[in-house]
């Protein structure tokens, strides 16, 4: 079996490092792109990254910039708000030379992937949603939030600790040490993952990226599932089936012991749905 391939390329200013495993026999198979969330990295997706190419399924999954192996640029260069996230993702596809691709999102900051696919929809084929903030009205999680505190959050963002009890919060599950290993390395080797951390808390504009989401998806016309750990400790199953019914072309798949994190510990739950929903002819 292929292995997944670790990758980087530069756009403009920025590094961007991404996995990648294509399916082998296959002819022009299509690409989904993988964004991960807060605080995690592109990591998460390694579990369900074989299956989809064992069925034809080419797949990317990037570590947002700021995140993972990717650039740490400073304040004064990027500003770490949701339309900066989405325009330097904009870049990292045209640079990838992807015409169209299915995009699966999780958690605080797969938000940009729907809003992506909001402003792009001609560029998008369907949208997966894992366990991602959806509806108005929406606070962010203690746990995150503390990383944004005056004072604290320089603390915190700077504590590999920190966030490897946001990820085991978030996910309700212990992670293995060789996982948390690679969490928690870029940590180690510089203050750059903390300030970014925390530059993205502090500008994640949830009320009015929850305004464009909410607004936005009932009026895209594309194929959209969404996956949902229903023990999810941040986000209601209630938001998800709302939002659902009020897809024009959207589908809701539960599972019951998920929790925040789905690709992480229950990707062999999630791999049968999202590769029947992306293989699917529309």
């Not at 700077?158 to 040490?177: F, M, N, W, Y």
């Amino acid at each position: 079996m292929a292995k997944i391939t670790k990758n980087s390329i530069k756009v403009g200013s920025l590094e961007w490092f991404y996995g990648e495993l294509s399916p082998t026999g296959w002819e022009n198979p299509q690409t989904a792109i993988l964004l991960h969330g807060l605080p995690s990295q592109s990591l998460s997706w390694t579990g369900l990254m074989p299956p989809l190419a064992e069925n034809g399924i080419r797949s990317i999954a990037p570590d947002w910039i700021g995140f993972g192996n990717s650039s740490k640029p400073e304040k004064r260069d990027f500003a770490y708000t949701p339309d900066a996230f989405t325009t330097a993702f904009t870049e990292l596809v045209d640079s990838l030379n992807l015409d169209r691709v299915s995009l699966v999102v999780q958690g605080f900051l797969g938000t940009v992937g729907i809003q992506y696919a909001l402003r792009n929809p001609d560029r998008v084929d369907k949208l997966v949603i894992l366990n991602t903030p959806l509806t108005t009205g929406l606070k962010l999680p203690w746990q995150l939030q503390q990383l944004g505190l005056p004072v604290a959050g320089e603390m915190l963002t700077q504590d590999p600790l920190s966030v490897e009890r946001t990820l085991e919060a978030g996910c309700k599950h212990v992670i293995e040490d060789k996982y948390l290993e690679a969490y928690r390395k870029p940590y180690l080797k510089s203050s750059a993952p903390g300030r970014s951390l925390l530059a993205t808390i502090r500008n994640l504009r949830l009320k009015e990226v929850m305004t464009e989401i909410s607004t936005g998806l009932p009026n895209l016309d594309l194929p959209i599932q969404i996956v949902w750990g229903v023990e999810d400790p941040w986000l209601t199953l209630a938001s998800a089936q709302a939002c659902a019914k009020s897809l024009k072309r959207g589908e809701l798949v539960t599972l019951p012991t998920a929790a925040h994190y789905p690709q992480e510990h229950w990707y062999a739950e999630i791999k049968a749905p999202v590769i029947q929903f992306l293989r699917r002819q529309d």
